[in-house]
């Protein structure tokens, strides 16, 4: 049995690894998908070991100071994380959002003790959609928030405890519970922290592996394509942001594209097939997975991420 711990944050990590057999075979395709249920952290999301990261490596290096409040943008994740995180710890939180993310995004995040600021859409932009210019309006708002409350800000996107955590965790928690069989990986991007880090894990100790990001069509910033969709349903990610700090050195063996619809319809195969219940990017890294199963992975093992829980994205036509 496991020791009592301390507190929720200690219990942040170390999520399982299961095999997603019934879901492949329902597909018709060739190979073994495992997927890293990090739904199951304290906060529903992998966003957690991000959350933890930053503020860790703030406080190693003296940047927060005690009692300082935290600040920073999210589309409902790294808020969450945050706000428990900064809870355990001490520090005041404030997240500052889009009111495009889901509704119970900002509801959790209050009932963990965070202070919420919702930021208007852009007049052009698709309620429940965030676009990237509507990420850039909850930027100004954040920074304008820091400045004026003296705040430490997460600044998830250049923060290296973000990525670090998923080097010293993530990566090596999939190598560890897999014992090294894993052909591939493939990550939906938000922040890039997640890729970066599992990636430079598992190509430390299999270079041969092949990891692959994963993008909305019509939104394949990372990939150099033009962007024609710059608002669809795949929360978390797909900014159109072609310039994540995160992805300048670490390796990219491809790039995949997958609709809104796609995600949505394999987020709903994937909860009625294995009983795992995950949101947008979840389905949208399945389907990845599926896409290459089909094609230059057959046959395979592709490891992925459930970034986060369903629960999350009740409000939204994700359960329709």
Not at 76 to 90: D, F, H, P, R, Y
Not at 173 to 191: H, L, M, R, T
Not at 209 to 221: H, R, S
Not at 264 to 272: E, G, H, N, S
Request: hydrophobic share 40%.
């Amino acid at each position: 049995m496991t020791k009592v711990l301390n507190s929720v944050v200690d219990a942040i990590g170390v999520t399982p690894l299961v095999r997603l057999d019934r879901l492949t075979k329902q597909a018709g395709v060739k190979g073994t998908i495992v997927a890293k249920l990090e739904y199951l952290n304290p906060g529903f999301s992998k966003k957690d070991r991000a959350a933890l990261g930053v503020i860790e490596e703030a406080e190693r290096a003296g940047a927060l100071k005690p009692g300082q409040t935290v600040v920073e943008l999210t589309s409902g994740n790294m808020g969450t994380g945050l706000a428990i995180v900064c809870q355990v710890k001490g520090y005041p939180f404030v997240a500052v959002m889009s009111k495009g993310n889901s509704e119970e995004r900002a509801r959790m995040m209050r009932a963990l003790g965070a202070k919420v600021v919702l930021v208007d859409q852009m007049p052009t932009s698709v309620p429940g959609q965030v676009s990237g210019g509507d990420l850039a309006l909850v930027e100004q708002t954040a920074q304008c928030l820091s400045d004026e409350l003296h705040a430490f800000r997460a600044d998830q996107f250049n923060r290296q405890g973000n990525w670090l955590s998923h080097y010293r965790g993530t990566g090596p928690e999939i190598w560890e519970a897999s014992n090294g069989a894993i052909d591939a990986f493939v990550d939906f991007v938000g922040s890039g922290g997640t890729y970066a880090g599992v990636t430079k894990a598992l190509k430390e100790r299999k270079p041969s592996l092949n990891c692959y990001i994963v993008e909305p069509v019509g939104a394949a910033a990372s990939a150099g394509e033009k962007i024609t969709q710059p608002e669809h349903p795949i929360q978390g990610g797909g900014y159109s942001m072609p310039h994540l700090a995160f992805l300048r050195d670490v390796a990219v063996d491809g790039y995949l594209q997958v609709s809104g619809e796609e995600a949505r319809q394999t987020a709903r195969l994937l909860a009625r097939s294995e009983g795992i219940f995950g949101g947008f990017s979840s389905g949208a890294n399945v389907a990845a997975a599926l896409q290459l199963l089909a094609d230059k992975e057959a046959g395979n093992t592709i490891a992925v991420t459930i970034c986060d829980s369903g629960l999350k994205y009740l409000t939204t036509d994700l359960w329709e």
